[in-house]
C-alpha cells in the first residue's frame, strides 16, 4: 500500500466483548501501518467515555480516539469520534456530536427504544433529545460522512467497534459496529480476550447471531491475550476455521504494563496500583505516595498516568479516609457530576479528611471538577440542576456552571515551567484569592486548576513533586530525565510490534486494501 497512491481502505475491528482488546488492536494496527509508511487514521462513530481530549480545533473526542491518532501520527480531530457520550447519572448522558455538546439523553432515547404500545418514550426525553430527534439512527447519516472523508483523505481507515457487535437489541439502529461496517462495507476483524476463557465459543456465537449480510462481512477472527504455548492452541483454531469458514488472523501474546489510555472504565481495583507498568526505583531515600480519591462519575483519570511513569511514585486510587493517611498528595480528579462528588465525598468521610490535610500544611491537588469541588460555593442549575451548594472551601473559589461547555487547550508557566493542558468543562470559576496557578489558583499546599495533562510536561511535574515532596517532608528527587511522551511513544511501539510479530500482516493488508473476502460462509441461525 505504501506509495501506492491509492487511498480508502479500511477494517472495522469489533470484539466480541467489552475490553476484549478493541482499543489497543486499533491503536497497534494504526502504528504498525504508520512505520510502513502508509497515511492511516483511526475512527469510533460513536463512543462512550468519561476519558476525553480536546483537538487542536476544540473539538471534545475519546482518549482512545486520540492515542490511536498518536499512534497513527496524525493529529485527532473530530471527524475520528463524531459522536461521543459522557454518562451523567440517572441513566442519561450527555451527547457530543461532532466535538460539540448538544444536548443531555436518555439511553432510551438515545437507543430509540419505544415505549408502551410502541409508542416514543416522551416522557424520559430531554430538550436535546426532542431537538436531535431522539434517536441514534437519525446519526447514522453524519458518522458515515465523517468515515467517507476520512477514507478519501487517508490510504487507511481502521475502525473501532463498540462492546459487541452480537448485540442484537441495538442491532437496528448501529451505528458504531456491523451498521457501520455494512454501510461502508468494510470487512471485519473480531477481537476476543481469551484470558477471560471461551473464546471459540465467543468467535462461533458472535458470528452465528448476526444476519446474513453481516457475516458476509466478517473476515475472521484475533486471539487476544494468550498466556502459553501457542501450538496448543492451534488445533482450536482449526477447527474454528472449519466450523465458521474463517480463520485467525494472529494470535498476540499477553502483554504487561501497555499503560495505554482507558476508555470506558478503571482497569484495576481502587484499591490497587493506577498500572502495571513496572518503573525504575526512586532516586532519594522516600517514595512518593499519591492517593486519588475515586469519586463517582470520575472523568480522565488518565491525568495522573505521568506521575505513575515516575520512579518513586506510587499512584492508588482511594474511596476511603484511612486510605489519605499515608499519602504524601491526594488528587480530587475531574469529574461529570461535580455536585454529587461532593456528596459523595461528604458521605465517605473524605471531605473531612481532606480538610484536615489542608489544615496540617499537607498537599491536595484538584482537577477540573475537583478543583470546583474544593472551592467554596457552586452555582449549578447545568450538570446537576441542584441551584446552590456548599464547596468545601479549601480555596477562594466561586464557579458557576454555564451552559456553553469550555473546551481549550491552554498552556502557560507555572512554577517557573512551561505547562500545556486542556480544558472540559461546564463550570466558570471566578478565583477570588490565592497565588495564581494554572487559571485556579493555590493556596499553601493547596493546588486547583481546570487544566487537564498538565502533569505530562515533563519540567513542570518535576517542579510539582518537589514542591510536593518538600510539603510532605519527604527525600524524595524526582528523575531528572523522565519524558513522559517518549514513554507513550514506546508504549505505542509495543503495540505496533504486537501486531507485526504476532498477526498475519500480510492478510491484514489485503483485507484493508481488498475489502471482506468473497464467498464467506452462513452460519446459523443468523440474527432472530
Not at 239 to 265: F, K, N, Q, S, W
Not at 462 to 483: I, K, S
Not at 486 to 491: N, S, T, V
Request: aromatic share 6%; with cysteine; hydrophobic share 40%.
Amino acid at each position: 500500500m505504501s506509495g501506492s497512491g491509492r487511498h480508502g481502505g479500511g477494517l472495522l475491528v469489533a470484539g466480541t466483548t467489552s475490553d476484549a482488546g478493541k482499543s489497543v488492536v486499533t491503536a497497534g494496527i494504526c502504528r504498525w501501518l504508520a512505520r510502513q509508511g502508509v497515511r492511516v487514521a483511526p475512527f469510533k462513530g460513536q463512543n462512550m467515555s468519561l476519558n476525553s481530549f480536546v483537538t487542536r480545533e476544540g473539538a471534545e473526542i475519546g482518549r482512545a480516539q486520540a492515542m490511536q491518532a498518536q499512534a497513527a501520527r496524525v493529529e485527532p480531530t473530530a471527524l475520528m469520534n463524531p459522536v461521543l457520550l459522557k454518562p451523567g447519572g440517572d441513566r442519561t448522558s450527555q451527547v457530543v456530536l461532532l466535538g460539540k455538546p448538544v444536548g443531555e439523553m436518555s439511553a432510551r432515547g438515545f437507543f430509540g427504544e419505544a415505549g408502551p404500545a410502541g409508542k416514543p418514550p416522551s416522557d424520559t426525553r430531554s430538550a436535546g433529545e426532542t431537538q436531535h430527534g431522539g434517536r441514534r439512527a437519525s446519526l447514522r447519516d453524519t458518522v458515515v460522512e465523517c468515515l467517507e472523508q476520512l477514507r478519501g483523505t487517508y490510504e487507511a481507515v481502521i475502525c473501532e467497534g463498540a462492546g459487541s457487535p452480537a448485540e442484537i437489541n441495538l442491532r437496528r439502529t448501529d451505528i458504531v459496529n456491523m451498521g457501520i461496517a455494512r454501510a461502508a462495507q468494510l470487512p471485519v476483524l473480531v477481537v476476543g480476550d481469551i484470558d477471560r476463557g471461551g473464546v471459540f465459543a465467543q468467535f462461533f456465537g458472535t458470528t452465528a447471531l448476526l444476519a446474513a449480510e453481516d457475516q458476509r462481512l466478517v473476515a475472521g477472527y484475533l486471539v487476544n491475550k494468550f498466556r502459553g504455548d501457542v501450538t496448543l492452541l492451534e488445533p482450536g483454531l482449526d477447527m474454528l476455521r472449519g466450523l465458521t469458514g474463517r480463520g485467525t488472523y494472529g494470535v498476540l501474546p499477553y502483554a504487561h504494563g501497555l499503560g495505554i489510555d482507558e476508555e470506558d472504565g478503571l482497569r484495576v481495583s481502587l484499591r490497587g496500583a493506577v498500572r502495571e507498568s513496572v518503573v525504575a526505583p526512586p532516586l532519594g531515600e522516600d517514595v512518593l505516595r499519591v492517593a486519588v480519591c475515586a469519586v463517582p462519575l470520575m472523568s480522565n483519570f488518565t491525568d495522573v498516568d505521568a506521575l505513575a511513569a515516575e520512579p518513586g511514585v506510587v499512584v492508588r486510587f482511594a474511596d476511603r479516609p484511612q486510605e489519605l493517611a499515608d499519602a504524601d498528595l491526594v488528587i480530587v480528579p475531574g469529574t461529570r457530576g461535580t455536585v454529587r462528588a461532593l456528596a459523595w465525598l461528604r458521605e465517605r468521610g473524605l471531605a473531612d479528611a481532606l480538610a484536615r490535610r489542608a489544615a496540617e500544611g499537607r498537599p491536595v491537588l484538584g482537577v477540573c471538577g475537583g478543583f470546583q469541588a474544593l472551592g467554596e460555593r457552586i452555582e449549578d442549575e447545568v450538570e446537576s440542576r441542584a441551584g446552590e451548594v456548599e464547596g468545601l472551601g479549601l480555596l477562594p473559589v466561586r464557579v458557576r456552571f454555564a451552559p456553553d461547555k469550555t473546551l481549550a487547550r491552554p498552556a502557560g508557566k507555572a512554577l517557573g515551567e512551561h505547562v500545556e493542558g486542556y480544558e472540559i468543562h461546564h463550570g466558570v470559576a471566578e478565583v477570588l484569592g490565592g497565588e495564581p496557578f494554572l487559571d485556579g489558583c493555590r493556596v499553601g499546599s493547596v493546588w486547583g486548576t481546570h487544566w487537564h495533562g498538565s502533569l505530562e510536561s515533563d519540567a513542570f511535574r518535576r517542579a510539582f513533586l518537589r514542591e510536593v515532596a518538600a510539603a510532605a517532608g519527604r527525600r524524595f528527587t524526582p528523575a531528572p530525565d523522565t519524558c513522559f511522551g517518549a514513554l507513550r511513544e514506546e508504549q505505542l511501539d509495543r503495540l505496533g510490534d504486537l501486531i507485526e510479530e504476532h498477526a498475519d500482516t500480510d492478510a491484514l493488508l489485503r483485507l484493508i486494501e481488498q475489502g471482506p473476502p468473497a464467498g464467506l460462509p452462513f452460519i446459523p441461525p443468523g440474527a432472530p
